[in-house]
């Protein structure tokens, strides 16, 4: 049997129906083995919605169901082709559009490890997504779970690399941040000037955190990777912090403390960056900045 458009019909595989049966919207399949099941639908982006007008829907494989005896089906198999890679997503619990973070080959009887620095403080829900040979994704599985951090990290999304703001020694200092806008104050003859804004309204702050390097390496030569990495690429970076607040910003004019050294061991650096925003979060995880 079929079901096309908005109308119901056998085929010369099934006893038809005694009458049509229009505008359908739901149906099941009880009490009975079935050896394939196949599900389609219009792949056109200009299908009309409205019954009278059926004759316009174009039919495209969307899913096939083959109940091989180990209770895969959907999109596991599509018109036999294979599942090849699985999406990563992430969204915010209280959302609905997702992030696509990364697309992993699939190989059989392999782990697959991914990790997210790019997640801010916040409920989360991960989604892995099979991806079939025709680009068709199957049946998402999801993970909730709660991000918590401490600190500010400066993360690179293309690399996953990250650089933590979350050490300190002796006090620790405020992170103050200030809002830059497009503002213009024009003196006039009157008593009182006039104020005009633009669009332009960006955030600038600063960043500091303590090198301290392991038993074999300096905080020197430490500090010369997070030049290479962060300072001399040149490009924006995700900046992250555990209030929940996320920037998209060029970090800048690095500089360092250390202590004059007078025994061996008593070996530390503190690090502080400029930030300049230059982007918001949504564009840069699309990868349009």
């Known amino acids: 049997m079929a079901i096309m458009g908005y109308d119901f019909y056998g085929t010369h595989f099934f006893k038809s129906p005694g009458g049509v049966m229009k505008d359908i919207f739901y149906g099941e399949l009880k009490n009975g083995i079935y050896d394939e099941l196949e599900v389609r639908a219009s792949a056109s982006d200009d299908v009309p919605t409205d019954s009278a007008k059926s004759d316009g829907w174009n039919i495209d494989t969307r899913a096939i169901f083959k109940f091989l005896g180990d209770l895969e089906g959907g999109n596991i198999n599509n018109s036999g082709l294979?599942?090849?890679s699985?999406?990563?997503?992430?969204?915010?619990?209280?959302?609905?559009?997702?992030?696509?973070?990364?697309?992993?080959?699939?190989?059989?009887?392999?782990?697959i490890e991914y990790i997210d620095y790019t997640q801010p403080n916040t409920d989360l829900i991960y989604s892995i997504v099979p991806l079939a040979e025709n680009k068709l994704d199957g049946k998402s599985v999801d993970i909730a779970c709660k991000s918590d951090f401490v600190g500010y990290f400066v993360v690179?999304?293309?690399?996953?690399?990250?650089?933590?703001?979350?050490?300190?020694?002796?006090?620790?200092?405020?992170?103050?941040?200030?809002?830059?806008?497009?503002?213009?104050?024009?003196?006039t003859l009157s008593k009182y000037p006039s104020v005009y804004y633009s669009d332009k309204s960006y955030e600038t702050f600063s960043l500091s955190t303590v090198i301290i390097p392991d038993e074999s390496s300096r905080s020197g030569i430490e500090y010369q990777k997070i030049l290479n990495k962060f300072i001399h690429s040149h490009k924006p970076f995700l900046i992250k912090s555990d209030n929940g607040r996320v920037f998209v910003g060029d970090i800048s004019n690095p500089r360092t403390r250390a202590p004059m050294n007078t025994w061996d061991g008593y070996d530390y650096l503190q690090l502080t960056i400029d930030v300049t925003e230059i982007g918001d979060y949504r564009s840069y995880m699309n990868g349009t900045i």
């Open 82 to 84: 294979k599942i090849v």
């Open 86 to 111: 699985f999406m990563i997503k992430r969204r915010n619990a209280n959302e609905l559009e997702s992030h696509t973070l990364a697309t992993v080959p699939f190989q059989n009887n392999v782990k």
């Open 156 to 187: 690179d999304k293309d690399t996953n690399e990250v650089l933590a703001f979350d050490k300190a020694i002796g006090s620790i200092d405020d992170v103050e941040t200030q809002l830059n806008q497009g503002r213009t104050v024009i003196e």
